[in-house]
Each structure stands twice: as C-alpha cells, then as structure tokens.
C-alpha cells in the first residue's frame, strides 16, 4: 500500500538533513532572557506609573500653589501677652501693681534680648537646620514620611520646623491629613521669603506655652528663676528649653503621677526629674553643633539650678492671679470701657482684648494712701462703735484737683475677689444736700444771684407739691424740724445749716433748667435725666437715678483749684505690646466757675465744718484747712459727705445697697465716718492752704440788714464778695426781719416729702 505523501515528505532525506541541522538553546540565557524582560517589563511599569504619579503630584501641589497660597503675616498670630498695672510709690519709682491675663500668661520679650546661647539652645533642639532650610526641613520631612509608612524609628517623628509650627499657629490650621501639610510647607515657604530667621525666631519664642498658664521665654524665666530673660544662664536656658517638647510633664514644677497612696514616686517621675533629663540632650545639641565649648557643656551640665516656686496663696475666682485691690479693679473696668467707645465693641471683646493684649497701665494710685484707706474699711470699728446684725455697707474715694484718683474702696470688709461690684464707680446713690454747693448756690454765686450775706425767710414755696396720694403738701421742710422758723437767714447760714427751704426758693427763682444745664454741663454730671430738670432734684438732691460717688467728689474741685474741674481719671497712660500708646488720658480743664465764685464758696463751705450750727463739725481737722459739705436722702437711706483739703477732695458714702433705713444711734455721722477714714491723711497736709483770689473783697456787712456795714450798723462780722457783686451799702434803718408763725404747721403730714439735709 503506498504511503501517505506528507509521511513520505517527513522522512524524505531532506527532512532528515533540516532535522539534523537544528541547534539545541541554552537553558541559562533562556532563563536569564527570562528575566531580562520581566525586568525591563517592570522597569516601564514604574517609569509609567511614577510619570502618572508625578503628573498627579504635579497637579495636586500646583492647585494648593493656586488656591491656598494665602498671605502670612506673623501680625497674625494670636499671642496672649499679659497686661501689667504700674504705679508709683513716694519716691517717684515705678511699682508692679498687678498682672492680669485670662488664656496664658505671656509677656513680649525682643530677640536682641534673648542671649545667644539660649536661642541656640531651642533652635539645635527643635529645629536643627533652621538656619539652612527656606522654611521646610526636606529631610527631617521625608524621614517622618518614610518613618508614617514603615515606622522604622518605633514612633511617630514630627518633621514641623520653627517656621511651620508657626504658621500653623497663624492660621489655626491643624488638620491632621497630608492636605493641611501641603498648605503648611506653602505656607511656611512664603513666610520665609518675606520674613527674616530673627522675627521667626521671635515669634516662636514668644508663642510657645512652658507648663500651666506660662507662655512665652520671658514669662517662663520670670516663672521658674525669677530673673528676666537676658540674665539666664546656659543651664537654665537648656532647662527652658527641655520643656515645649510636652510643657505640662517637662517643667519642672510638676508633681508627677501620683500612686495609691497620693505620693510622688515610682516609675512616674516628677517634672524636675524628667526636665533634667531632656536638658542632657538639650546641652548634647549644643555642643555637637559648636555652639557652647566642652567646657561650657561640661560647667551646664554640673550647674546647680535655683528654681522659683510658686506662691500657693492665689484667687480661684479670677483667672488664677491673686485677689485684686480696689483700685486695680477701678483701672480694668475704666480701661474696659474706653476700648468700647474706642473700638465700637461689646464689654466682653473689649476685657479678652485687655486682659490678652500686653498692655503697661500707668496708674494714678497713691499706693500708701490706698493700703491705709483698705485697712480703715476692713476694720468695722471705723463705722460703728457697736456690731451690727445687718450693718450698712460703704464707699469712699479720693482725687487731687487735677482728677487723679488716689485711693478707691468699694465695700466694708475684706474684699471677696478681683473685678467685683465697686459702689464709689458705678452705683448711683442720692447725693441729699451734697447736691446745693453745685446746683442753688454754686449756680448763684457764679450768676451774682446772691452773696454771702443775702437774706432768705425761712419757709416753704408759696406752691405746694403733690404727694402720692394726691394731698397737697407745703414742701420743703428742713433736716430734723417739723417747723418753720420764718426768720431772716443769710446765704452762708442757710448753708451751714443745711436749710432745705432756701435752695428751694434759689431754684424756683435761677429757674430749673438753666440749673440743670449747669450741674450737667459745668460739673460733668452723666446721671442725669429730663425729668431732674425740676426743683425738688436740683435743691435737695432728689434725682431720679441719683450720681455716683466718684462724680460727686469730681463736682467739688471746683471749690479748691480756683473753679477748674477736671475729668477724673485712674490712668494716665496705655501703652500696647509694640509700645504705642493708644490711650493717654487729657488733662483738659473746664472752668466750671470763676476764680472768685470759688473763693466766695470755699468761704462758704468752710462754715459748714466750723459754723457752730455747722452740720460737718464732727469732719473738723487740727491741722489742716477744711471745706465740705454733709448729704442725706430720703428716708435716712443714703448718707453722704464731701470733704476738701488742699491737696485733695473725698467723699464718703454709706447706705444699703438695697435703700432702706439707716439704724439711728449705731452708725456715726458721715462726717465723722470721713474723718475717720481719711483724717489721718489730711493731716499731714499741715501748713498748706486753699488758692487765693485778690479780686474778692473781704468786707463788713451789717449783721442786721446783710448790707455793707456802715458807721450807724451797731454790730457787723466778716462776709466775702465778689468784685462784680458787692451789696449796698446799709442805710442806717435796722429792722428785725419779721417772724411769723404759721398755724397751719401743726396739721401737716411730715412723712411726705422726705426729711433731706
């Protein structure tokens, strides 16, 4: 049978001969041809897929350069400097009253005061190549990024240099994610461009917290040596320099954990202990970056440190500082409330803008007359001889003739925290009769409506007054008297005695408003309302909402600086963190009243303290010239007096603050409580005397008529005039002023209108 063609062809002699001719492949460059490809595969697959990475990248990092490149400024950053409240003692030297701050105690420190080695001692710590890198540490940043990954180094690595904890800082931009880094490296690159190492530095070291409310390098130093910052020793600076890296564990003044049994011990070391420790490493960087000689490292490391403990002894109630005085608290509200006026902004924004802002408040203090006026209130016996169950509370204050307050006391008794309720400041009380020597008399004095010896007939307005329930009542009637003597008193009398009829009748006739744009305008008066443009606010002090303490005492300058009133004031200066002044206080007079009106009532008003009829006797000094004048409101609720001595013009309130009755017989008189407060210290005013003026006439006046004495006057006393208004001379005819008797007296309700003096 034949065969099949292709069988014939497969072992045809040619097909042999190809067969034969055929090469066997070596399985080693097979293998190795293998892996060639595999490699060169791969190779393109990483080439590939690294271009598609880089464009990604590419594009990722261009939209943060196009959208978040923001400007950074380092104005921006929210540093809370401490404020300081300075005054001066009696040698003229500047004293620390207080401190205040609410988020850290922080006080801004130059970098030219920072010494050298304590600025390398942060920089080789924190930021090894700060003065190398533009804002971003390539290497510190990709080690922790390799480090994220495969955690090669047992923990977490932070790779932020100086400049971007800062500008995180700025911006409060504290994502954890891989966008918020990218903005950051942006960010801390463009702060750089614009921003020299120096300020950085400055920044940071001013920013940073060092353990509890201490933020910043000078508050830390002020805090654990006491010393300022320029004086620190390499060793201390090391040891500050421990601390940013975990504040609340590092600093040395913290206790540690504490065991079962409450002790300190263990394997949970105290911050001294932990805070050595880390200044090893510290003083190593130092040296290893040449910035201290081996001995210098050798003489830190030996270096006994001095700490500074705290005073356990502080306030819970006000942001950690020690309770307050009086007039600290004055200075922060009066502070508070020009940056409101200032500024446009609410009471709270304006006291976080004080309190945070690193403000120097020059004060108007007299610190031994303030620590003398809070001994005086703290001690019940000032006030009373006997103890009361419900006893009044108090409030005094005292200026110069200047409007520098001098000492402020708000309350009796120890003072229960810092920023508390001052009733001097800021509580409207009824003035009483404290109100004629600025409204009736002052007002006729400076308008020649009257002189020392104008005659007044005791008794009531020819109009009677309304009462609440409608009856008709003759008004005013006088301090402690149901009765009219209707006899002919002269101006200074009237006043000695605090006769409530004849400011009555001065309103009625000077006409009420024209003495109400006085008190408000001349004397500066904030209180006042449309409706005490009438007689009964004006002569007895009746006013709706009443004046506080401090404008009352301000009101009387006047009548011991030659007719000057002055704004008072707590402060002088304000000066900010930069050191600009932004609040200096204007000492720009008003000339309330002329020199002579104020000559004629300092005369006027001295009658009051050494008239035998005088209401203020109990307020007379031995030594030392006295003006002033007593007030009671409605009901005995509110007792004032007002007393000036060369030097100074104060006041004295007492009441409660709820208005009810003051117990007869148990508290002392207001000018006897005055006298005993500040007696003291207007005695050592001895051999000063009130300001002159040449122009008033020391004249005769008839004792009968209240006309200049003339030969036929059997008997005359001293008066004191004006130049523009000097009464006539009498004529000889002396008549008694006639007394009546009004038999209506007796069926009158006295409990309505108020009894004032």
Same mark, same amino acid.
Not at 44 to 55: G, M
């Given at each position: 049978?034949?065969?099949?063609?292709?069988?014939?062809?497969?072992?045809? +002699?040619?097909?042999?001969?190809?067969?034969?001719?055929?090469?066997?492949?070596?399985?080693?460059?097979?293998?190795?041809?293998?892996?060639?490809?595999?490699?060169?595969?791969?190779?393109? =697959?990483?080439?590939?897929?690294?271009?598609? =990475?880089?464009?990604?990248?590419?594009?990722? *990092?261009?939209?943060?350069?196009?959208?978040?490149?923001?400007? $950074?400024?380092?104005?921006?950053?929210?540093?809370?400097?401490?404020?300081? =409240?300075?005054?001066?003692?009696?040698?003229?030297?500047?004293?620390?009253?207080?401190?205040?701050?609410?988020?850290?105690?922080?006080?801004?420190?130059?970098?030219?005061?920072?010494?050298?080695?304590?600025?390398?001692?942060?920089?080789?710590?924190?930021?090894?190549?700060?003065?190398?890198?533009?804002?971003?540490?390539?290497?510190?940043?990709?080690?922790?990024?390799?480090?994220?990954?495969?955690?090669?180094?047992?923990?977490? %690595?932070?790779?932020?240099?100086?400049?971007?904890?800062?500008?995180?800082?700025?911006?409060?931009?504290?994502?954890?994610?891989?966008?918020?880094?990218?903005?950051?490296?942006?960010?801390?690159?463009?702060?750089?461009?614009?921003?020299?190492?120096?300020?950085?530095?400055?920044?940071?070291?001013?920013?940073?917290?060092?353990?509890?409310?201490?933020?910043?390098?000078?508050?830390?130093?002020?805090?654990?040596?006491?010393?300022?910052?320029?004086?620190?020793?390499?060793?201390?600076?090391?040891?500050?320099?421990?601390?940013?890296?975990?504040?609340?564990?590092?600093?040395?003044?913290?206790?540690?954990?504490?065991?079962? &049994?409450?002790?300190?011990?263990?394997?949970?070391?105290?911050?001294?202990?932990?805070?050595?420790?880390?200044?090893?490493?510290?003083?190593?960087?130092?040296?290893?970056?040449?910035?201290?000689?081996?001995?210098?490292?050798?003489?830190?490391?030996?270096?006994?440190?001095?700490?500074?403990?705290?005073?356990?002894?502080?306030?819970?109630?006000?942001?950690?500082?020690?309770? %307050?005085?009086?007039?600290?608290?004055?200075?922060?509200?009066?502070?508070?409330?020009?940056?409101?006026?200032?500024?446009? $902004?609410?009471?709270?924004?304006?006291?976080?803008?004080?309190?945070?802002?690193?403000?120097?408040?020059?004060?108007?203090?007299?610190?031994?007359?303030?620590?003398?006026?809070?001994?005086?209130?703290?001690?019940?016996?000032?006030?009373?001889?006997?103890?009361?169950?419900?006893?009044?509370?108090?409030?005094?204050?005292?200026?110069?003739?200047?409007?520098?307050?001098?000492?402020?006391?708000?309350? $009796?008794?120890? &003072?229960?925290?810092?920023?508390?309720?001052?009733?001097?400041?800021?509580? +409207?009380?009824?003035?009483?009769?404290?109100?004629?020597?600025?409204?009736?008399?002052?007002?006729?004095?400076?308008?020649?409506?009257?002189?020392?010896?104008?005659?007044?007939?005791?008794?009531?307005?020819?109009?009677?007054? $309304?009462?609440?329930?409608?009856?008709?009542?003759?008004?005013?009637?006088?301090?402690?008297?149901?009765?009219?003597?209707?006899? #002919?008193?002269?101006?200074?009398?009237?006043?000695?005695?605090?006769?409530?009829?004849?400011?009555?009748?001065?309103?009625?006739?000077?006409? +009420?408003?024209?003495?109400?744009?006085?008190? %408000?305008?001349?004397?500066?008066?904030?209180?006042?309302?449309?409706?005490?443009?009438?007689?009964?606010?004006?002569?007895?002090?009746?006013?709706?909402?009443?004046?506080?303490?401090?404008?009352? *005492?301000?009101?009387?300058?006047?009548?011991?600086?030659?007719?000057?009133?002055?704004?008072?004031?707590?402060?002088?200066?304000?000066?900010?963190?930069?050191?600009?002044?932004?609040?200096?206080?204007?000492?720009?007079? =008003?000339?309330?009243?002329?020199?002579?009106?104020?000559?004629?009532?300092?005369?006027?008003?001295?009658?009051?303290?050494?008239?035998?009829?005088?209401?203020?006797?109990?307020?007379?000094?031995?030594?030392?010239?006295?003006?002033?004048?007593?007030?009671?409101?409605?009901?005995?609720?509110?007792?004032?007096?007002?007393?000036?001595?060369?030097?100074?013009?104060?006041?004295?309130?007492?009441?409660?603050?709820?208005?009810?009755?003051?117990?007869?017989?148990?508290?002392?008189?207001?000018?006897?409580?005055?006298?005993?407060?500040?007696?003291?210290?207007?005695?050592?005013?001895?051999?000063?005397?009130?300001?002159?003026?040449?122009? *008033?006439?020391?004249?005769?006046?008839?004792?009968?008529? #209240?006309?200049?004495?003339?030969?036929?006057?059997?008997? #005359?006393?001293?008066?004191?005039?004006?130049?523009?208004?000097?009464?006539?001379?009498?004529?000889?005819?002396?008549?008694?002023?006639?007394?009546?008797?009004?038999?209506?007296?007796?069926?009158?309700?006295?409990?309505?209108?108020?009894?004032?003096?």
């Amino acid at each position: 049978m034949a065969k099949n063609p292709e069988e014939r062809f497969e072992n045809s +002699p040619e097909k042999t001969k190809k067969k034969k001719k055929k090469r066997k492949v070596n399985p080693i460059k097979r293998t190795l041809a293998v892996i060639g490809t595999t490699i060169l595969s791969l190779f393109l =697959i990483v080439i590939i897929t690294s271009s598609i =990475i880089a464009a990604a990248l590419t594009v990722y *990092v261009l939209q943060f350069a196009d959208q978040d490149t923001v400007d $950074i400024s380092l104005s921006d950053l929210n540093l809370d400097y401490t404020t300081f =409240i300075y005054g001066y003692d009696e040698n003229d030297a500047l004293v620390e009253l207080a401190s205040i701050s609410r988020n850290a105690d922080r006080i801004p420190v130059s970098i030219d005061r920072v010494p050298q080695h304590v600025q390398d001692a942060f920089v080789y710590t924190e930021d090894e190549r700060f003065y190398e890198h533009a804002g971003v540490d390539w290497k510190r940043t990709f080690t922790a990024f390799l480090n994220e990954i495969l955690d090669f180094l047992g923990s977490r %690595q932070g790779g932020s240099t100086i400049t971007q904890q800062l500008v995180k800082n700025v911006t409060g931009d504290k994502e954890a994610n891989w966008d918020r880094k990218m903005r950051e490296i942006f960010r801390a690159a463009q702060l750089e461009r614009y921003s020299p190492k120096p300020t950085i530095l400055e920044a940071y070291l001013n920013y940073i917290g060092f353990g509890g409310s201490a933020a910043g390098i000078q508050s830390a130093s002020l805090k654990y040596f006491g010393k300022d910052v320029s004086e620190l020793t390499i060793a201390e600076g090391a040891c500050l320099a421990a601390i940013p890296q975990s504040p609340e564990v590092l600093n040395p003044f913290y206790k540690g954990h504490a065991d079962e &049994k409450g002790e300190y011990a263990g394997i949970f070391r105290t911050g001294k202990e932990r805070n050595l420790a880390r200044q090893k490493t510290v003083l190593w960087q130092m040296y290893k970056n040449a910035c201290i000689s081996k001995k210098q490292y050798e003489e830190a490391l030996a270096e006994e440190k001095q700490f500074v403990y705290p005073n356990a002894k502080k306030d819970d109630d006000d942001d950690g500082n020690d309770i %307050q005085d009086w007039f600290v608290d004055m200075v922060i509200y009066d502070v508070i409330s020009e940056f409101q006026d200032m500024y446009g $902004i609410e009471q709270d924004e304006a006291s976080d803008m004080l309190y945070n802002g690193g403000y120097e408040i020059y004060t108007t203090v007299d610190i031994e007359m303030q620590k003398t006026v809070e001994a005086k209130y703290k001690d019940y016996t000032t006030f009373s001889e006997n103890v009361l169950a419900d006893p009044p509370e108090s409030a005094f204050i005292c200026m110069d003739y200047s409007g520098n307050i001098k000492a402020v006391v708000g309350r $009796i008794g120890e &003072k229960s925290g810092s920023n508390v309720w001052n009733i001097a400041t800021r509580s +409207p009380r009824q003035p009483g009769s404290c109100i004629k020597p600025i409204t009736s008399y002052g007002y006729g004095i400076e308008n020649d409506f009257l002189t020392w010896s104008t005659v007044f007939t005791n008794k009531p307005l020819d109009t009677p007054v $309304i009462d609440e329930d409608g009856v008709s009542r003759k008004w005013p009637y006088n301090y402690n008297s149901k009765t009219w003597d209707y006899g #002919g008193y002269y101006t200074f009398q009237a006043l000695q005695r605090s006769l409530n009829t004849i400011p009555a009748q001065l309103i009625e006739k000077e006409t +009420p408003q024209a003495v109400f744009e006085f008190l %408000q305008n001349r004397f500066q008066i904030t209180t006042l309302v449309a409706d005490d443009a009438n007689i009964a606010p004006l002569s007895v002090g009746a006013l709706t909402k009443g004046l506080t303490l401090k404008e009352l *005492v301000a009101a009387y300058q006047p009548f011991g600086n030659g007719g000057k009133y002055y704004r008072p004031t707590s402060y002088t200066q304000v000066v900010d963190a930069n050191g600009k002044v932004v609040l200096e206080h204007k000492y720009t007079p =008003i000339q309330s009243i002329s020199k002579e009106s104020a000559y004629v009532m300092n005369k006027l008003l001295q009658t009051v303290i050494e008239g035998p009829n005088g209401t203020g006797r109990a307020a007379r000094l031995v030594n030392t010239p006295l003006i002033g004048k007593t007030g009671t409101s409605q009901n005995w609720w509110d007792l004032s007096f007002v007393g000036c001595t060369p030097d100074y013009v104060s006041g004295v309130w007492y009441g409660y603050e709820t208005p009810k009755e003051i117990p007869t017989g148990t508290y002392y008189s207001s000018s006897q409580v005055w006298k005993n407060v500040f007696g003291d210290i207007a005695e050592k005013e001895e051999g000063k005397e009130f300001p002159e003026c040449q122009d *008033v006439r020391e004249l005769y006046y008839c004792t009968k008529t #209240g006309l200049l004495a003339s030969g036929t006057c059997p008997t #005359g006393s001293i008066g004191y005039y004006k130049s523009t208004n000097i009464p006539e001379m009498c004529s000889g005819h002396h008549e008694e002023p006639k007394k009546e008797e009004d038999s209506s007296t007796a069926s009158v309700d006295w409990t309505v209108p108020a009894v004032l003096h």
